[in-house]
């Protein structure tokens, strides 16, 4: 593989990052696992509570001494939209009966989103967690001279240039250029969703023209091959979500594994349904249901929220098809490998691609 | 830059492939620069006359001795949708007026479209054109073999793994794998639209892995970053299409190349509200107008013929404002040059780039 500003900065051996997805793949075993294996473990604390927050990262601390990294959502504001709420019920009613599912979905508010944000900032600062990623928006200009006082390294998520120039003016220590192959939430902050869908192949050199912090490849990428090409790109690292989340050690149900090893490419799509921002996924029968209503939504977290019985539901049954089953555009490279297996074939594929390619 | 089986097969010096664009950049000059400067130049044939195929074929043979080849477009069949028509003209109407053009359009059929195609095979068979690609699907047995059996190279287009694997079973000698990223028309003709929307960091290596005929990348790739990246991947070779429209050969209008060199990446947009097909290009007021209709346009090539006069008419008026200003995802890394200076300037960065990476 390579060393360079990145690798160094983060000291970490292999310019390998886990993406740090929330809302259960990432159990402290695959986050140390990671670190462990020479990558950067990263914890989706997304949806995890301070104290939840708190244990995990001491957890982690206890199974590696390397480092690792936790990443946050930035709230942003939304409104409390009667129609659209009542609207959504309506739609999800007849699913939620299907699936014998009778819940009264607590409603967020921003207020309190960004009361549990501020806290989540506190236990990373107080933890020392050496490294914080922040999507769906810059924190403060407060919080990130905080934390970086503090010595931790921070970063930012882009999905366009403009998103990628903000996120160094903000400071940010490098930035995650995520690209419109990658699984899960879009992290889309400053441009609307669709113009954040750029392929890293677009994305990353007109960034790289454009801003001096390092940049981590992230998107579609699970193998040898991308993480070549995004070094010739201009990345510095790349981040890989679905091949961590396929592992062993990753908390990401049997059912969502089997759905991504079992998918084509052209099963992946974009949808709103699950949680009112825009994601991607394997696709499977509530994306479809939903599919001709989803401008009527409410927006993330309140769709997250009502969606939530459902979701589990379907899980506790063992039916694929209400999950959000996240997934990046290369389906058809997943494996079933533990971390170290994964790490050691990309190390030695990237050696054997090198020499074959006698660039 | 590199050889393989591709460039010993197309007869050409660098694994560069100037695009087929149809309706205007691929004049002749453009066509026989590219293959002259040692890349392959290729005739954007689709919305040629047989003749005027014919008359451009022979002018490109006077301008180089070099390879070159020409794309046509597969017609698939369609309906005559008059409640589409005649909403889409209700659309249309206000712009009309606006333009001061006043048309009546001669509807397209796709018996006459079969008819024009299997000329235009004609054509470049009697003319011995060296290669000759297909795009929007797959021609016939029949004419595969026969192009073949005059020992002319023929090649196909594909957005998905599935795509792929159909052209190399109907026997094609390579094959595009169009990528997200990519400018102009989308080439996607079994899976639907959505699902051909798939960033090449994804598709090349899904793709590579499936089929054993070489890989044309085409979108989003505008310098050595993109091709080395492409090469990674599993390509044998890159299609350029934005880079070689701002050239000077290129038959684009001004307002076409000076809109793409003004514009960000997140300018660039889907539409399907110039031609009824979905399409890659710079956002104006027509698509942004039309947006929330274009569901209820008819298909291509109807709503392409009722939206001509309109185009016209801006293109004359010197008002990009309502032209298909088509565009690939890197519009950032558009240069104003020759195809010599271009491609010169190509070959000199991927040599630089190569010893830099230190592989």
Redesign the interface.
């Known amino acids: 593989m390579w060393q360079n500003e990145l690798t160094n900065g983060l000291g970490i051996q292999y310019p390998i990052i886990q993406a740090p997805m929330a809302g259960g793949p990432t159990t402290s075993k695959l986050v140390a696992a990671v670190s462990n294996a020479g990558g950067l473990g990263m914890i989706g604390a997304g949806y995890l509570t301070p104290s939840q927050l708190r244990e995990q990262i001491q957890e982690v601390k206890q199974l590696t001494d390397k480092s690792f990294g936790i990443n946050l959502f930035v709230p942003s504001n939304y409104q409390q939209e009667e129609q659209k709420i009542k609207k959504a019920k309506e739609l999800l009613s007849p699913i939620e009966k299907e699936l014998n599912v009778a819940l009264t979905p607590k409603i967020p508010t921003f207020e309190k989103d960004l009361d549990t944000f501020h806290e989540q900032v506190r236990v990373v600062m107080e933890e020392q967690v050496p490294v914080c990623s922040f999507t769906f928006g810059l924190p403060s200009q407060e919080i990130i001279g905080h934390l970086k006082n503090n010595s931790i390294i921070v970063a930012g998520t882009a999905t366009?240039?403009?998103e990628a120039i903000l996120n160094e003016q903000a400071g940010m220590d490098f930035v995650v250029l995520q690209?419109?192959?990658a699984g899960g939430h879009r992290g889309t902050f400053e441009?609307n969703a669709?113009?954040?869908?750029?392929?890293?192949?677009?994305?990353?050199?007109?960034a790289?023209?454009?801003i001096n912090i390092p940049i981590i490849a992230a998107?579609?990428?699970m193998?040898a091959?991308?993480a070549?090409?995004?070094?010739?790109?201009?990345a510095h690292a790349v981040q890989l979500g679905t091949a961590f989340l396929v592992c062993e050690e990753s908390g990401a149900s049997p059912l969502h594994k089997e759905a991504i090893i079992k998918a084509?490419?052209?099963?992946i799509?974009?949808t709103k349904a699950f949680s009112g921002k825009m994601a991607r996924g394997v696709n499977n029968r509530f994306i479809e249901t939903m599919k001709k209503n989803e401008h009527e939504l409410p927006p993330y977290p309140i769709q997250n929220e009502l969606t939530k019985g459902i979701r589990k539901a379907s899980s506790l049954y063992g039916n694929p098809e209400f999950i959000s089953l996240w997934a990046?555009?290369?389906p058809?490279?997943a494996k079933s490998l533990t971390v170290q297996e994964l790490i050691n074939q990309f190390i030695q594929d990237t050696e054997t691609?090198?020499n074959r390619?006698s660039?």
């Open positions: 366009t240039v403009h690209g419109s192959e441009n669709e113009q954040g869908l750029i392929g890293l192949i677009s994305l990353i050199p007109q790289a023209d454009q998107g579609g990428i193998d091959r991308g070549l090409a995004a070094k010739c790109l201009g084509s490419e052209d099963q799509v974009l990046g555009q290369s058809r490279l691609l090198k390619l660039f």
